[in-house]
């Protein structure tokens, strides 16, 4: 038995997955709904992996983030979701035009993946990022919906938004808003 043999290669896909998401401190739930492995298989790979020495990570317990207001609270955390989504939509993490029967079939190993390298990716842009990898599966599966949140574009620039479903601001981005006054 050889581990490159195809009937192991989806088991090992959906290990390294789910230790890619223990690195960005993803919730057990979350790391089931995505990989499809047990609650006991992902602590025994927390346990084996990352909780002790240099690659300790913490767990976070509890519900995962359900709150669409955190995309919306300021023009930082504003900005910092429409570059997010605009990596989720380029990797094809969310899909063109929303729909809830879509959302249901998100979560897969290949889109997993995907995922991650975007979060990586906004990361290394956005060093001091205020946005967690929670949060950014919430927005995944939020903007894959479309019942919430849906991408849309500035008014005056044409430039990507995240916004409500019925927003209760104009659809303008922060440098719109804010225009810099010239002294």
């Known amino acids: 038995m050889r581990i490159s043999d195809d009937r192991y290669s989806r088991e090992r896909l959906c290990l390294d997955l789910a230790l890619r998401f223990l690195r960005h401190e993803a919730r057990t739930q979350t790391i089931r709904t995505w990989t499809g492995l047990t609650d006991d298989r992902i602590r025994n790979l ?8 240099a690659h300790f990570v913490p767990r976070h317990r509890g519900k995962s983030p359900h709150q669409v207001a955190y995309f919306t609270r300021s023009l930082r955390v504003q900005w910092e979701t429409a570059q997010l989504a605009s990596l989720l939509s380029l990797l ?27 979060f990586e990716t906004y990361q290394a ?48 981005c922060q440098y719109c808003a804010n225009p810099v006054q010239p002294r």
């Open 125 to 172: 842009t956005i060093p001091s990022s205020q946005i967690s990898f929670e949060h950014t599966v919430f927005l995944a599966v939020a903007l894959a919906r479309g019942d919430q949140l849906r991408l849309g574009c500035c008014r005056e620039c044409g430039g990507l938004l995240v916004i409500e479903r019925f927003p209760l601001r104009d659809k303008r």
């Open 92 to 118: 094809a993490v969310v899909p063109a035009q929303p729909s809830l029967e879509l959302a249901g079939s998100l979560p897969t190993v290949a889109r997993g993946e995907k995922l991650c390298y975007a």
């Open 46 to 53: 927390y346990r084996s992996y990352m909780s002790r020495g």
